[in-house]
């Protein structure tokens, strides 16, 4: 049995599973997700996630909409929606928020850096917009928070993904104001001392998606 | 830039040849092999420098094949032919010196394995191979690392490649923005944590026979998502069980290893991790704190519990105060050219 002193025990003798939480560089706590851990199985450990089911039917369909995209992290676990007030997700282990990224600059056909990196996180915002067309949907600040990166993709994968509960972070804008500004406001605030010339490549990978049809 | 090696070739070096390059020549190579063979390497820990001589006893072999892959036991794909490579896209690891890649080695039987290949150009057998066993060697004496996935020789004018299995949650310190850590330290604990590991761990090797790393930069030092820390890349190492012969000794393998932190934390994130880079404060306070604090009581502790524990304290005790005394020089040395 877990005790305070020893909380996240593993009992082997039984081999049932334990829970440890991740590492502080790799937990993806946000505000919206509330628990990040590791559970440890006989056959290895997974990676789960817990946040609040959407708040209303509005939030369900933008959930429902990413998902169908591809562009929120993890595999959703199955429940009996009356019964539950959170989701589970599965993610892979080395997933990790923005926040604590160093800046790259390493150039090279298998290399992240910074210039590719951000080009990657514009043409992942577009898919907001095309939730709603008519509303200019965003993301609420603070954005290095909601998107999570995975390391060592195959040339076709996605590196970035909204991190789950995304859709309790989708605001619309007044009217008057343009997304794209929003965005570059936000990254410049953030992330202009860390990533040189992130807001440009931003810009470039966003405006990208919206010359064209999808995400 | 071409270099002369004492093995008498030349050889480019990896930085006029771009990323996609690096993994052309690797899948050359990997086309051209013509089967696979498990080694095992049961390292003499008794001997002064187990590595070399496993090194020697290697090369005399007759039957070293330029165009195998050597595989480890624990990997056991025997007979298996290799099929293919494909690279992957990362953002860690792109700080070494070899030129580092990561991907996926396919085998006609249908297994797959994700491997990080480090590339030797420089005397390449040689680098390749200290590599490979040293990492075998450490992992032997139960210290945590990556798993050695095997080697390849090279020929001609093409490099020796040594591979670990690849971890896809693993960081290494480099990666992280540490340019608001300091001075406010105390806001971040998961920070400070990473700090006290790397202390704990490091005073653990230098504990034990006569180990270093020999090159603690800190893209050589990885966490995973449960949170382990350990060193990576050994290839510069020291591996041995002998007992050092005094504390002159000791200070010989443990002064390096904490002087490569202490450099990487003052110099600026061009090079370093930019902890003090540029900021007010007493440094040496800090570095004290984080580090030092943590490895002084540690060494202690091992020391004390040892056999023939008087005589280990006693060199140990002296090996930290020379430790504290020339680090602190160097850290205003490195205070003033940062």
């Known amino acids: 049995m877990n005790t305070p002193e020893k909380p996240f025990q593993y009992n082997r003798r039984d081999g049932r599973s334990a829970e440890s939480a991740t590492s502080r560089r790799h937990q993806l706590l946000n505000g919206i997700v509330t628990k ?65 990224d160093s800046s790259s600059s390493a150039e090279g056909d298998y290399s992240f850096n910074d210039n590719k990196l951000f080009y990657e996180l514009g043409e992942l915002f577009t898919a907001i917009d095309y939730l709603d067309p008519y509303r200019r949907l965003v993301v609420e600040g603070p954005l290095e928070n909601k998107v999570a990166l995975t390391e060592f993709t195959r040339p076709s994968e996605r590196a970035l993904w909204f991190v789950p509960g995304i859709e309790h972070a989708i605001i619309s804008l007044p009217d ?15 992330f202009a001392n860390q990533f040189e010339l992130a807001a440009d490549y931003f810009q470039a990978g966003y405006m990208r998606n919206h010359n064209t049809t999808d995400c | 830039m071409i270099q002369h090696t004492p093995e008498g070739l030349y050889r480019p070096d990896f930085r006029i040849t771009n990323e996609g390059e690096r993994v052309r020549q690797f899948k050359d190579q990997i086309d ?79 297994n797959k394995i994700g491997v990080a290949v480090k590339p030797h150009w420089t005397e390449p057998v040689t680098s390749c191979l200290r590599d490979y066993i040293n990492n075998i060697g450490i992992t032997q004496l139960g210290i945590e690392t990556l798993q050695s996935s095997g080697f390849l020789l090279g020929y001609d004018n093409t490099p020796a490649y040594s591979m670990t299995l690849l971890e896809d949650d693993l960081t290494t310190l480099d990666s992280i923005d540490w340019r608001n850590f300091y001075p406010d330290v105390e806001k971040d604990q998961g920070m400070i944590n990473i700090w006290k590991s790397v202390a704990q761990n490091l005073a653990y090797i230098h504990a034990i026979g006569s180990i270093n790393h020999g090159d603690l930069d800190a893209r050589n030092i990885a966490q995973t998502s449960a949170g382990n820390l350990f060193f990576i890349d050994w290839e510069r190492a020291n591996v041995s069980l002998q007992k050092p012969r005094d504390a002159e000794v000791r200070y010989g393998y443990s002064h390096p290893d904490l002087y490569a932190i202490l450099k990487s934390m003052c110099e600026s994130t061009k090079v370093g991790l930019g902890i003090y880079y540029k900021k007010p404060g007493d440094y040496w306070d800090s570095f004290h704190d984080l580090i030092l604090d943590h490895y002084k009581n540690d060494r202690l502790e091992y020391a004390q519990s040892g056999t023939h524990h008087g005589t280990t304290l006693a060199e140990v005790a002296e090996e930290i105060e020379e430790l504290e005394k020339t680090l602190k020089a160097e850290m205003t040395m490195l205070r003033q050219i940062c």
Request: no cysteine; charged share 25%; hydrophobic share 35%.
């Open chain 1, 176 to 190: 008057g104001h343009d997304p794209i500004d929003y965005y570059v406001s936000l990254i410049n605030e953030t």
């Open chain 2, 32 to 110: 051209r092999l013509d089967g696979t063979e498990i080694i095992d390497f049961n390292l003499n820990f008794d001997l002064d420098f187990p590595v070399d001589f496993a090194i020697k006893q290697f090369t005399l072999q007759e039957n070293n094949s330029r165009y195998k892959l050597y595989l480890p036991p624990s990997l056991g794909q025997d007979d298996a032919i290799v099929d293919n490579f494909y690279p992957r896209i990362s953002r860690v690891g792109k700080r070494t010196g070899h030129g580092v890649f990561f991907g996926d080695i396919s085998f006609t039987n249908g």
């Open chain 1, 36 to 100: 990040d851990w590791i559970v440890k199985h006989p056959a290895g450990s997974t990676r789960m996630l817990e946040y609040p089911v959407p708040e209303n039917h509005e939030q369900e369909r933008y959930r429902d909409a990413l998902k169908a995209k591809g562009v929120i992290l993890g595999i959703y676990q199955q429940h009996e929606p009356e019964f539950v007030i959170s989701e589970y997700v599965v993610i892979p282990k080395g997933a990790r928020l923005l926040k604590y």
